[in-house]
């Protein structure tokens, strides 16, 4: 198998910037899942990878070889798609045979013995006869992934391909793809907007926003150390206030927000004090607290009770009409009761409020 690696990757389409100076590198048999909002660039960085696009700057290399001006069907590759993209009146051996039919020289016997193996490896061989409108969702991808793996491939790529199933199947799927992948030893590149799934599969995980890398790393580490406003901002469940740098204390800084709101945090950047700041609370870490003895803390209103996976929880409005759930072992309260809620300095990260 083989490594990727991109140097300097530009793209522009109708004029408008789509990637802009990418560089990255893609261990072999790495499963590296790469993640962004809509519109962030990463389709069209698979589509580069894969051939589909050419880049207007920069040069693509699979292992020592330089590919950046090799065609698709000469990169080796297996591309599984968001839709599937299987032949309707075709049956599953035949979805997968009309890959290796086009692709190698292949004899009867051995297409029959290649499709065999690799249905095996899917849990679908009692499916082989079976046309895509009698399987379920689950099974359909799981085809498209065969589709893409029947020749052979040295890299596998994936554009969103759990976005059309459930949540559970969707997990679970998650898992079987990490499984097999590792089995083959493939060196693969999962697309998703979906930072959970992009924990449960990436071996590392790439954050692009427009078009850029914002930055590459562990699962922990794009959680715990997070290099941007942006990384901080999209992974992990937040709440994010504006407010002003009152002070700092051993790496910690004292943000004014408002009257009723005071907020302690780990320092992300060199800021002065006096100046604007970007404060990132991790959700998770948010707490009711019977006294107002906390030196980080917001104030808000109860509005209502909920329970959610074995948790009694609280809906509270604060003061800008933002509302927070958090969980709450008090069995009742006022609804309009005022509440305060402690931070945790140790999961609040404090950041240069970018203009």
């Known amino acids: 198998m083989v490594s990727i690696r991109l140097e300097n990757i530009e793209l522009t389409l109708n004029k408008t910037k789509i990637l802009n100076n990418v560089d990255l590198e893609i261990f072999d048999k790495e499963l590296f899942a790469l993640i962004g909002p809509s519109g962030s660039g990463k389709s069209s960085l698979l589509r580069v990878i894969a051939g589909l696009e050419k880049p207007s700057r920069g ?14 069907q000469k990169r080796k590759i297996g591309m599984v798609f968001q839709d599937y993209a299987l032949w309707p009146h075709m049956s ?10 086009s692709s190698s020289k ?25 046309r895509p409108n009698r399987l379920s969702g689950g099974e359909m991808q799981r085809v498209a992934l065969g589709r893409a793996l029947v020749s052979n491939p040295s890299i596998l790529l994936m554009d969103e391909p759990l976005s059309n199933l459930d949540a559970k199947i969707r997990e ?8 097999m992948v590792k089995q083959l030893g493939i060196t693969t590149i999962f697309v998703t907007h979906d930072q959970e799934e992009a924990n449960r599969i990436g071996d590392r995980i790439g954050l692009i926003f427009s078009g850029k ?6 699962p922990d580490e794009l959680y715990y150390k997070p290099s941007s406003n942006n990384t ?3 992974i992990g469940e937040n709440f994010v206030i504006n407010g002003e740098l009152a002070g700092t204390d051993e790496g910690y800084a004292e943000v004014k927000i408002e009257e009723r709101m005071q907020v302690e945090g780990k320092m992300m950047d ?33 509005i209502a009770k909920r329970f959610s996976k074995g948790e009694s929880l609280s809906a509270v409005e604060l003061s800008d009409g933002t509302i927070l759930t ?25 950041f240069p409020l970018k203009k």
């Open 172 to 179: 679970g799927l998650s898992l079987e793809i990490v499984k």
């Open 326 to 350: 958090i969980k709450d072992d008090k069995e009742k309260r006022e609804i309009g009761e005022e509440v305060t809620i402690s931070v945790d300095p140790g999961k609040t990260m404090v």
């Open 59 to 72: 040069r693509i290399f699979f292992g020592d070889k330089d590919v950046t001006n090799l065609t698709s």
């Open 213 to 218: 890398i914002e930055q590459i790393g562990y």
């Open 270 to 302: 060199k800021i002065s004090e006096g100046n604007p700041v970007e404060v990132i609370i991790r959700t998770g870490s948010l707490a009711i607290s019977d006294t107002d003895n906390n030196r980080s803390y917001i104030k808000g209103k109860f």
């Open 92 to 101: 599953v051996k035949q979805n997968l045979e009309i890959v290796l039919k």
């Open 232 to 234: 901080a901002k999209f």
């Open 106 to 130: 292949m004899s009867q016997e051995g297409r029959d013995k290649r499709i065999m193996e690799v249905l095996e490896l899917l849990r679908l061989e009692k499916k082989i006869d079976e």
